[in-house]
């Protein structure tokens, strides 16, 4: 079993960075395609940020681009989400997920397959 746990979240104003990390645990053999996700309140899941498994190909929603990099450091089964510029409807719980199976898993949901519990970033105007 593989177990995701995000950090890094909490309460800023807009214009300030905060740094999300997604530590994977448990029965990681491999190394695998990650991503960020976020959910507003009332709001479908959305995607954010996605890397492959060696970091090599990255993508980002169209929403984020130039604002937010992804990347990870596998010797320490981590990945990262620095957010720079934040916004007010930046405002969601951040959710890591993995996939076991793409070499580059892109922004649908339904590729990935497990998922940490959140973490919450609230952005203040």
């Known amino acids: 079993q593989v177990q995701l746990e995000e950090s890094g979240g909490g309460l800023v104003q807009a214009g300030a960075s905060l740094r999300l990390a997604c530590t994977a645990s448990?029965?990681?053999?491999?190394?695998?395609?990650m991503g960020w996700f976020r959910q507003a309140p009332g709001k479908e899941r959305e995607f954010v940020a996605t890397?492959?498994?060696?970091?090599?190909?990255?993508g980002y929603a169209e929403s984020v681009k130039g604002r937010f990099i992804i990347s990870r450091e596998n010797d320490k089964n981590t990945i990262f989400l620095q957010m720079n510029s934040l916004k007010p409807e930046d405002t969601a719980v951040y959710y890591c997920a993995m996939d076991p199976l793409r070499s580059y898993s892109g922004s649908e949901r339904t590729h990935y397959s497990y998922w940490g519990q959140g973490t919450q970033v609230t952005v203040s105007s």
């Open positions: 890397i492959s498994p060696t970091g090599s190909r990255v």
């Open positions: 448990g029965r990681t053999f491999n190394i695998l395609s």
